[in-house]
């Protein structure tokens, strides 16, 4: 429930990477850009609650979805409808797709890419292991699709979960049911064209080859604990945000971790966790963003807590939100919870001249 102990905890102004960070709270309506102090300087109203965030693209425009009243029930992170609106609030584009969820990307040819879900054949029902079995959706089970759409919606490509012969060899984890496969909750395009997408369900990552879509690569670590935010830095290590949820025994001592991954190796090259463990924890959801002074902005998604810490692990800058589901809920009542944030320099090409140069 709603806390006074919300807003601005505390700020290192000489450590702190000064920016604006931009985050829609979950089961509300509206997207919000914060500044280094806590305040609401920009925002966006939503036709419907987000579905499940937005981004500025390089035009200052933002990109968003929301959770449209149609499509499969009881799926979790829906969308709907994506929409680019300009930094007025004037809608400038949309395409709807009741079957869209979690994540969607402007591509750099102008094209859009997203998740969606679509029912798998029957006769492969049986291919799918793992899961709580008898646990399927009442329509059956509803496999991921990535698909990259034209502005005036033609489908330009699609990849299919239920035609890719490597997503077999991975089972879902016997604690989630089976009502979806695989639960894939975030897609980057990298500069090669090839996705870089992760599966929460069955703690899997990977890379797909545009061309041909087959893995290029993959990571399948159970002690991640159902993983989100998986992109790729600048220097080809790949960060995400380590929830630590069912992790059956095989994970760390609790609690969850943000990663810097060396793909070759597959070794973490940097982590930060909290101090004890189970003091920094989010089960779903989350996120996690290097910023250019070599610090990482994080969001402990639950609980609504966006930090900053050094490459030391120390916390720099630390805001909880005060933005609050009051109203009943099938999901969010008394939370103010989010599920993904960025962060925007003052003299980044989205914000720069939109908002003032001391973000303070």
């Known amino acids: 429930m709603p806390s006074s102990n919300t807003g601005l905890l505390q700020a290192d102004r000489s450590r702190a990477t000064p920016g604006y960070r931009m ?27 987000p579905g499940n965030y937005g981004y500025l693209l390089p035009s200052g425009n933002m990109l968003s979805a929301v959770r449209t009243p149609d499509g499969p029930k009881g799926l979790p992170a829906k969308g709907g409808l994506m929409q680019e609106w300009d930094w007025d609030g004037n809608l400038l584009w949309e395409h709807r797709d009741d079957l869209q969820h979690h994540d969607f990307r402007r591509c750099k040819n102008g094209n859009t890419l997203y998740l969606r879900w679509e029912l798998i054949r029957e006769e492969n029902h049986k291919r799918v292991q793992g899961g709580q079995q008898g646990s399927e959706h009442a329509d059956g089970i509803w496999g991921d699709v990535i698909r990259e759409i034209e502005p005036n919606g033609k489908v330009a490509w699609e990849w299919r979960a239920e035609d890719c012969e490597e997503m077999y060899s991975f089972p879902i ?28 369900d069955n703690h899997l990552m990977a ?26 830095l600048d220097n080809g290590n790949i960060m995400f945000f380590a929830n630590g949820a069912n992790v059956l025994g095989v994970g760390p001592e609790g609690g969850s971790r943000v990663i810097e991954l060396d793909p070759e190796s597959k ?8 101090s004890p463990r189970f003091s920094f924890f989010s089960w779903f959801i989350s996120s996690a963003q290097r910023l250019a002074s070599g610090n990482t902005s994080i969001l ?12 030391d692990g120390e916390i720099v800058w630390e805001y909880i939100s005060p933005h ?29 001249g939109r908002l003032p140069a001391d973000p303070w």
């Open 267 to 274: 070794q973490a090259v940097w982590q930060y966790a909290g």
């Open 207 to 232: 890379i797909i080859d545009y061309k041909t879509k087959k893995f290029k690569w993959h990571m399948c670590d159970y002690s991640y604990g159902q993983q989100h935010s998986v992109y790729m």
């Open 300 to 311: 402990e998604g639950i609980k609504g807590r966006l930090i900053e810490v050094t490459p």
């Open 324 to 352: 609050y589901v009051t109203k009943k809920h099938p999901m969010y009542t008394g939370g103010n919870c989010i599920f993904r944030i960025y962060h925007y320099a003052p003299d980044s090409i989205e914000i720069a």
């Open 173 to 200: 984890n016997p604690m989630c049911p089976r009502h979806e496969w695989c639960h894939a909750n975030c897609i980057t395009q990298l500069e090669n064209g090839d996705i870089l997408i992760n599966f929460r």
């Open 23 to 49: 985050f829609s709270p979950l089961g509300l309506s509206s997207t919000l850009l914060i500044n280094m102090s806590g305040e609401v300087v920009h925002s966006w109203d939503l036709p419907y609650e």
